[in-house]
């Protein structure tokens, strides 16, 4: 797999797993809550552990909170970003331009970029599948 290849599918993939945290994470409000992490102020210079249990179990909900791991990926997300642009913005064809910036930077299925073009999935897949192995 080639780069450009390989960023375009790793940021839909980090896209997707972005999206279904945000879900998981309405879904545990709305119906359980929570979690609702407790972040305290972190003092510079000084080590991140604790000798104090409950100070201990309250920094491990903060890393176990599906909203912990949005702000992780965003970070991972945004160093990918100025690549994936470049990729991106190389596409003269405003129809495949249109179907790559959906698939891959929005995480939307074939169905769905179908549906909104009013063309066929196939035709859609076919499309994305020859400009993503065009790059090799």
Do not use: C
């Not at 839909?12 to 879904?27: G, P």
């Not at 903060?62 to 991106?88: A, R």
């Not at 331009?97 to 179908?114: C, H, K, P, Q, S």
């Amino acid at each position: 797999m080639t780069r450009k290849q390989e960023i375009l599918a790793d940021y839909r993939l980090i896209v997707m797993e972005i999206e279904t945290l945000e879900r998981q994470s309405k879904f545990l409000n709305k119906y359980i809550g929570g979690p609702r992490p407790l972040r305290g102020v972190q003092l510079t210079g000084m080590p991140r552990g604790t000798n104090d249990p409950e100070a201990a179990m309250l920094q491990q909900v903060e890393e176990d909170d599906p909203v912990f791991h949005i702000e992780e990926l965003s970070k991972e997300l945004s160093q990918m970003l100025i690549e994936f642009e470049k990729i991106v913005n190389e596409i003269r064809d405003r129809r495949l331009f249109i179907i790559v910036r959906n698939y891959y930077a929005l995480g939307w299925t074939d169905e769905r970029i179908a549906e909104a073009m009013e063309l066929s999935r196939q035709t859609i897949q076919k499309i994305r599948t020859d400009y993503f192995n065009s790059l090799a």
